[in-house]
């Protein structure tokens, strides 16, 4: 009875292992196909926020948010705002942002 069990857990451990992969794999799709439709602008890092953030281990460290300015083509300013990790960008720095042509509101930065 428990040999059974035990096959039963390792095939379920299987398919969710499986799913999870397939899953991945749609996403990496998705986010290649919606990057080749993005627009590209230069945009501004107009402020940077910090967070103090303490680790599994207990060692503390930073991470840093940036708020971003860019105009889009339809010569409307658009902003957002990303988390950066342990990279400080200083205000004022150009960054390239990547933004739905159809809803500017829809953007990001590769770091």
Same mark, same amino acid.
């Not at 919606?34 to 207990?58: F, H």
């Not at 460290?61 to 990303?82: L, N």
């Not at 342990?86 to 004022?92: E, F, H, Q, T």
């Given at each position: 009875m428990g040999f059974i069990i035990l096959m039963i857990i *390792?095939? @379920? @451990? *299987?398919?969710?292992?499986?799913?999870?992969?397939?899953?991945?794999?749609?996403? *990496?799709?998705? @986010?290649?196909?919606?990057?080749?439709? !993005? $627009?590209?602008?230069?945009? $501004?890092?107009?402020?940077? !926020?910090?967070?103090?953030?303490?680790g599994q281990y207990g060692r503390s460290y930073i991470t840093y948010t940036i708020t971003y300015s860019f105009k889009a083509e339809d010569e409307k300013t658009y902003t957002g705002r990303q988390s950066v990790g342990s990279r400080k960008l200083a205000v004022g720095t150009s960054v390239t942002v990547y933004y739905s042509p159809s809803n500017p509101n829809q953007n990001r930065i590769n770091y």
């Amino acid at each position: 009875m428990g040999f059974i069990i035990l096959m039963i857990i *390792i095939t @379920i @451990i *299987i398919l969710l292992l499986l799913n999870a992969n397939s899953y991945n794999s749609y996403q *990496i799709r998705r @986010i290649s196909y919606t990057r080749q439709r !993005d $627009k590209q602008a230069t945009g $501004k890092v107009t402020s940077l !926020d910090s967070t103090r953030r303490t680790g599994q281990y207990g060692r503390s460290y930073i991470t840093y948010t940036i708020t971003y300015s860019f105009k889009a083509e339809d010569e409307k300013t658009y902003t957002g705002r990303q988390s950066v990790g342990s990279r400080k960008l200083a205000v004022g720095t150009s960054v390239t942002v990547y933004y739905s042509p159809s809803n500017p509101n829809q953007n990001r930065i590769n770091y």
